[in-house]
């Protein structure tokens, strides 16, 4: 069984610090919940990320599902900002409502230089899912 070793508070002040171009009052991205597993994230419906065809656009899923999965390694791996995306697939399933997204990552694997998971994304208030994600993070060396 994992053990939670950051809490949404800590994660917050870390990204505060370490990431403010992206975790920030105008971004919309929000921290719901983490658990030893996982976590869930959410990205305010902004105007500014519908594309042509009056959807969500897919750099905006993107981002994401890459934000629910560095949340999800920092919650199970402690402070280590530098932990990074090697690799990140995504299905597009479904158009995705104009509203609310919420991503929720799992943690399938987490190693010592490796952690791999996966990330549904969903409009709010659906059940739908409407992008799929596998991930993989590389975990630098601890000194």
Not at 86 to 108: E, V
Request: with cysteine; hydrophobic share 45%; aromatic share 4%.
């Amino acid at each position: 069984m994992a053990v939670q070793v950051l809490s949404v508070k800590q994660i917050e002040e870390l990204l505060k610090v370490e990431f403010p171009q992206i975790f920030n009052a105008q971004s919309g991205v929000s921290i719901v919940s983490v658990t030893p597993e996982g976590c869930r994230v959410r990205q305010a419906y902004q105007e500014n990320s519908i594309r042509p065809g009056g959807t969500i656009s897919g750099p905006t899923m993107m981002a994401l599902a890459d934000f629910a999965m560095y949340v999800a390694v920092l919650a199970a791996i402690g402070p280590v900002p530098l932990a990074v995306t090697i690799n990140l697939n995504i299905n597009f399933l479904r158009k995705p409502s104009q509203t609310d997204l919420l991503a929720d990552a799992r943690l399938l694997k987490v190693g010592k230089r490796l952690a791999v998971g996966e990330v549904t994304i969903r409009s709010a208030g659906e059940d739908e899912v409407v992008a799929h994600v596998t991930s993989t993070y590389s975990i630098p060396p601890r000194s």
